[in-house]
T-cell receptor, first 115, second 116 residues
C-alpha cells in the first residue's frame, strides 16, 4: 500500500533563507508524487509533480523537488523564502498503478516565514 | 484548461437539515470524482470515489447514508450531507479526473460547511 510521511508538522524560516520541507513515501509501484500548497480556507494549488520523468522537478513560484528512489524521498525546496510562501504544504502519492487519481495525502507541513 | 468548480464556497445550515455541494468539471469530462474532508489543521481524508453512472465507493468509516454522492453526468458530482449535525462541520474538497487518466487530478476550491 502507498503512504506518505511528512517529517515536520511545522517549519519556520526567515524571509530570504532556504526552505526545506521533507517527505518520504512508501509505494509498491513506481509512484506519482505531488506537492500541493493550501492557503487558509482555500483549495489546493499544485506546486509540482513527479511522474517517472526527470528526477529533479521544477514547479511554480521557485519551488523544486528531487525524487530519490534510494531514499524514498521527495523533499520540497526553495532557495529563498518569501512572506507569501507561508501556507500549508501537502506531499501526496497517487495510489495504485499509474494513471489513477486516488491520492494519499501526507499530514501536512505548516510553513511560517518570519520577517 | 482543467478547471473544477465547487459550489458553494461557504454554507451555514441548521442542525437536522441537508446540504448539497456541487463539483463541476468545466472544460473536461470527469469520469472519476473524489470527495475529501479536511478537519481544522489536519490533512485531507478521502471520503469516497465516484464514477459517472455508477454507485460511489466509500472509504471505511464513512457513512453512506449520511454522505450521499451522485455522479449523474460527466461534468457534475454532488455531495449531500443529510441531517447535518455540528460534528459534520468541516472543509469539503472535490477532485476530478478524466479518462484516459492524465498525470494529475484537479481540485475544486473547497466548501466550508458550518452546522449550527
Amino acid at each position: 500500500a502507498q503512504s506518505v510521511t511528512q517529517l515536520d508538522s511545522h517549519v519556520s524560516v526567515s524571509e530570504g533563507t532556504p526552505v526545506l520541507l521533507r517527505c518520504n513515501y512508501s509505494s509498491s509501484y513506481s509512484p506519482s508524487l505531488f506537492w500541493y500548497v493550501q492557503h487558509p480556507n482555500k483549495g489546493l494549488q499544485l506546486l509540482l509533480k513527479y511522474t517517472s520523468a526527470a528526477t529533479l522537478v521544477k514547479g511554480i513560484n521557485g519551488f523544486e523537488a528531487e525524487f530519490k528512489k534510494s531514499e524514498t524521498s521527495f523533499h520540497l525546496t526553495k532557495p529563498s523564502a518569501h512572506m507569501s510562501d507561508a501556507a500549508e504544504y501537502f506531499c501526496v502519492v497517487s495510489q495504485g498503478t499509474s494513471g489513477t487519481y486516488k491520492y494519499i495525502f501526507g499530514t501536512g507541513t505548516r510553513l511560517k516565514v518570519l520577517a | 484548461g482543467a478547471v473544477v468548480s465547487q459550489h458553494p464556497s461557504r454554507v451555514i445550515c441548521k442542525s437536522g437539515t441537508s446540504v448539497k455541494i456541487e463539483c463541476r468539471s468545466l472544460d473536461f469530462q470527469a469520469t472519476t470524482m473524489f470527495w475529501y474532508r479536511q478537519f481544522p489543521k489536519q490533512s485531507l481524508m478521502l471520503m469516497a470515489t465516484s464514477n459517472e453512472g455508477s454507485k460511489a465507493t466509500y472509504e471505511q468509516g464513512v457513512e453512506k447514508d449520511k454522505f450521499l454522492i451522485n455522479h449523474a453526468s460527466l461534468t457534475l458530482s454532488t455531495l449531500t450531507v443529510t441531517s447535518a449535525h455540528p460534528e459534520d462541520s468541516s472543509f469539503y474538497i472535490c477532485s476530478a479526473g478524466d479518462s484516459p487518466p492524465r498525470t494529475e487530478a484537479f481540485f475544486g476550491q473547497g466548501t466550508r460547511l458550518t452546522v449550527v
